[in-house]
């Protein structure tokens, strides 16, 4: 119980498949690409397909060109860089940017 109220507290990177396509390009403009490939580089193939889906056809070519040439990477800097990009995705909530949509949030 516990476990399940503190996950629906938090916002993580795989959260960000549940930004609208919409906040997720208003998002990525406050990105450092360089950190976008190495959080991708660990991330789920729904989060992936989430950023390729929202960036124009040569950004996103030219990124999975980077995420299949890219060797092996620590996973604590995958972890750093994905925790860095879900912050500023809480800070942009928190300015009112973009909405973020828990799990627990019911939508009309």
């Given at each position: 119980q516990?476990?399940?109220?503190?996950?629906?507290?938090?916002?993580?990177?795989?959260?960000?498949?549940?930004?609208?396509?919409r906040?997720?390009?208003?998002?990525?403009?406050?990105?450092?690409?360089?950190?976008?490939?190495?959080?991708l580089?660990?991330?789920?193939?729904?989060?992936?397909?989430?950023?390729?889906?929202?960036?124009?056809?040569?950004?996103?070519?030219?990124?999975?060109?980077?995420?299949?040439?890219?060797?092996?990477?620590?996973?604590?800097?995958?972890?750093?860089?994905?925790?860095?990009?879900?912050?500023?995705?809480?800070?942009?909530?928190?300015?009112?940017?973009?909405?973020?949509?828990?799990?627990?949030?019911?939508?009309?």
């Open positions: 516990l476990s399940n109220d503190l996950r629906s507290k938090l916002f993580t990177f795989e959260d960000l498949t549940r930004l609208s396509d906040d997720l390009q208003t998002l990525m403009k406050d990105l450092d690409m360089k950190q976008v490939t190495v959080a580089k660990g991330g789920s193939p729904e989060v992936k397909d989430k950023f390729l889906r929202n960036m124009s056809s040569r950004a996103a070519e030219l990124l999975a060109d980077d995420l299949s040439a890219m060797g092996p990477v620590k996973l604590s800097e995958v972890e750093a860089a994905q925790s860095e990009i879900a912050k500023v995705a809480i800070e942009a909530a928190e300015k009112g940017r973009i909405t973020i949509v828990r799990p627990t949030d019911k939508m009309l």
